[in-house]
């Protein structure tokens, strides 16, 4: 147990030595060495660079507070210059069309199509309509966005006697409440419209005749 006990005293003597041999050695150093070290340490450092610094971009909700409502406002204008699509959908429109309504949609590129509306989703520039008639005795439904450039027109050809309590028909698809075709219907409204628009070109026509006839007598 005494070298044990006396190895701590050693270790001591050992730190005590090296700091004096430090001590010395420093003491020993030229002066040169010291004022070299004295003048890199007093020599004025250069100035820093600037760091270039850039103004923050002006906010977004500053330019425009709601983007989405401006996109939809400037695509609808494109979309829908008259508006009459717009206020056939309105909510706020007494004569909005209204789901259980007979329904004929125009078609720049391909035949027209019509049938009952089963549901009106409105979402902005994606409104569309669900259409369900018969092509050759089977029930088709077909999905049309209302402010589709190749949507030329909505009609509405026949409205529902009863406002319908519900907001999606789908129960028509069962054979009990499926109106089946509406080809009768569609030709009845068509032939109405004939009707109104040859009766303005008759009494045009005669009138012609009539100033005609004058100049020869």
Request: proline share 7%.
């Amino acid at each position: 147990m005494r070298p044990l006990a006396r190895l701590k005293p050693l270790l001591r003597l050992s730190r005590a030595c090296k700091q004096h041999q430090r001590f010395l050695s420093t003491t020993t150093e030229p002066a040169n060495a010291w004022t070299s070290t004295l003048a890199a340490l007093t020599k004025p450092r250069k100035p820093a660079k600037e760091i270039p610094t850039f103004k923050p971009p002006p906010s977004a909700r500053q330019i425009c507070a709601d983007p989405i409502a401006a996109l939809t406002a400037s695509q609808l204008t494109q979309l829908d210059p008259t508006g009459a699509r717009t206020r056939l959908f309105s909510r706020k429109n007494p004569e909005v069309a209204r789901v259980g309504d007979v329904l004929l949609v125009r078609l720049k590129n391909g035949d027209p199509f019509a049938g009952v509306c089963l549901n009106i989703r409105r979402r902005g520039i994606d409104t569309g309509i669900l259409l369900r008639g018969q092509l050759t005795r089977v029930g088709v439904e077909m999905w049309y966005k209302v402010y589709s450039p190749n949507v030329e027109g909505i009609e509405v050809v026949q409205r529902r006697e009863k406002r319908a309590r519900r907001a999606r028909l789908y129960y028509m698809r069962m054979p009990k409440h499926d109106m089946g075709s509406v080809e009768n219907i569609v030709r009845q409204y068509q032939r109405k419209r004939a009707a109104l628009g040859t009766g303005g070109s008759k009494s045009k026509d005669s009138a012609k005749k009539n100033n005609t006839k004058r100049g020869r007598k």
